[in-house]
C-alpha cells in the first residue's frame, strides 16, 4: 500500500506568520505531488503541483520537494485567516497509469487573527 | 470554467436501498473519478474512468459499481446500501495528457444510509 502521511493538526498559527506544511510519501517512485486546499464543508481544490527537486513560489505559497528524503512541503508566508482550512498532500504512484492519486488524510490549518 | 455537477447535495436511504449517485462534467474531460471522504480516513478513490465504458478499480471497489455510458457522465451505484457506506461522495474528472493529474471536483453528495 503506497501511502502519503501528513500531520493530522490543528496547526495554529498567528496572522502574518509563516505556515509550514509536511507530507512525507512511501513510494520512490513517485513524480508528481500536489497540494489542494479544502474549505470546511467545500471540496478540494489544487493550489500548487511539484514535479521536480527544490522550490517551487506561486505568490504566498512555496511547495518544496526533496525526492531522497521523499518528502514535499508546502510553505504559507504571510498567513491570512482565510487560509484556515485543511491542506491536503497528493502523490501520483509510480507504476501503470497516472490517472489515480494518493491523497494524504490532511492537516487542518488555523490562522488565527 | 470547469465545472463537475452531482446530483444531490444531501442523500438520506434505507439499508438494503439501491442508490445512484449521478455526476456530470462539461469540459469534455477524458478521466472521472469517484472518491469518499471520511472524518480520519482522507480521501479514499473507490472507481475510476479514462474512457466512456472504461472502469478500473480504486483502493476501495467493495459494494459499490460504476457507468459510464456517456463521456461526460460517470455514475456510482451502491447495490446494496449499508450504513458503513455513510460518508462524504466526491467525484472528479481532468483531462487526459500532460501532467493531467489536476483533479476538477464536484462539490460532494453527503450520503447517510439509516
Known amino acids: 500500500q503506497k501511502e502519503v502521511e501528513q500531520n493530522s493538526g490543528p496547526l495554529s498559527v498567528p496572522e502574518g506568520a509563516i505556515a509550514s506544511l509536511n507530507c512525507t510519501y512511501s513510494d520512490r517512485g513517485s513524480q508528481s505531488f500536489f497540494w489542494y486546499r479544502q474549505y470546511s464543508g467545500k471540496s478540494p481544490e489544487l493550489i500548487m503541483s511539484i514535479y521536480s527537486n527544490g522550490d517551487k513560489e506561486d505568490g504566498r505559497f512555496t511547495a518544496q520537494l526533496n525526492k531522497a528524503s521523499q518528502y514535499v512541503s508546502l510553505l504559507i508566508r504571510d498567513s491570512q485567516p482565510s487560509d484556515s482550512a485543511t491542506y491536503l498532500c497528493?502523490?501520483?504512484?509510480?507504476?501503470?497509469?497516472?490517472?489515480?492519486?494518493?491523497f494524504g488524510k490532511g492537516t487542518k490549518l488555523s490562522v488565527i487573527p | 470554467d470547469v465545472k463537475v455537477t452531482q446530483s444531490s447535495r444531501y442523500l438520506v436511504k434505507r439499508t438494503g436501498e439501491k442508490v445512484f449517485l449521478e455526476c456530470v462534467q462539461d469540459?469534455?474531460?477524458?478521466?472521472m473519478f469517484w472518491y469518499r471522504q471520511d472524518p480520519g480516513l482522507g480521501l479514499r478513490l473507490i472507481y475510476f474512468s479514462y474512457d466512456v465504458k472504461m472502469k478500473e478499480k480504486g483502493d476501495i471497489p467493495e459494494g459499490y459499481s460504476v457507468s459510464r455510458e456517456k463521456k461526460e457522465r460517470f455514475s456510482l451505484i451502491l447495490e446494496s446500501a449499508s450504513t458503513n457506506q455513510t460518508s462524504m461522495y466526491l467525484c472528479?474528472?481532468?483531462?487526459?495528457?500532460?501532467?493531467?493529474?489536476?483533479?476538477?471536483f464536484g462539490s460532494g453528495t453527503q450520503l447517510s444510509v439509516l
Open positions: 469540459m469534455d474531460h477524458e478521466n
Open positions: 497528493a502523490v501520483t504512484p509510480s507504476g501503470a497509469g497516472s490517472y489515480q492519486l494518493t
Open positions: 472528479a474528472s481532468s483531462p487526459r495528457g500532460g501532467k493531467n493529474e489536476k483533479l476538477f
